[in-house]
């Protein structure tokens, strides 16, 4: 009979102990495999990462130079986390902070780009390919609203 410790020691040879303390959907993440949007860390990631890009686009950075990353991040979890989890923790106009930028169709493509890029990199699945839809839908709207379609 193994002792306790040499049971612990056995289960994360095999890789199970993580499974057994987190959960397999946190063992495979803590792996880096590729999940669906499920919950608000998702929402956490796919934000922080996409912005890491914006913020060193050479098209979109200087676009976004003044903004407060520490402000704007949480909204922006909770925009996403409205959209996607229903969550219902966003209030605002988005499209009214956006009117004031001057950009033009040349943005809204990298933006879309940067962003499909982040969630297939880091997601799988059916909200991943909602969250995709979701966002061609908003530049859509928003590129009609600001007259540049």
């Known amino acids: 009979m193994l002792s306790r410790f040499n049971r612990q020691v056995v289960l994360l040879a095999r890789g199970c102990y993580a499974a057994q ?32 890009k914006v913020k060193t686009d050479s098209l979109l950075g200087p676009v976004f130079s003044h903004v407060d990353w520490q402000h704007h991040l949480p909204i ?37 780009t940067l962003f499909e890029e982040t969630v297939d990199e880091n997601f799988v699945g059916e909200t991943a390919d909602e969250v995709k839809k979701r966002a061609q839908a908003i530049a859509g709207i928003f590129q009609f609203k600001m007259q540049l379609s």
């Open 21 to 52: 303390m987190y959960g397999e959907k946190n063992k495979s993440r803590m792996r880096g495999v590729r999940h669906d949007i499920a919950e608000r860390e998702d929402i956490k990631t796919l934000v922080d990462r996409f912005y890491d």
């Open 76 to 112: 922006m979890y909770n925009f996403w986390s409205s959209m996607l989890l229903g969550d219902q923790s966003y209030r605002g106009n988005p499209l009214q902070k956006h009117l004031q930028l001057e950009i033009n169709k040349t943005h809204f493509s990298r933006w879309l």
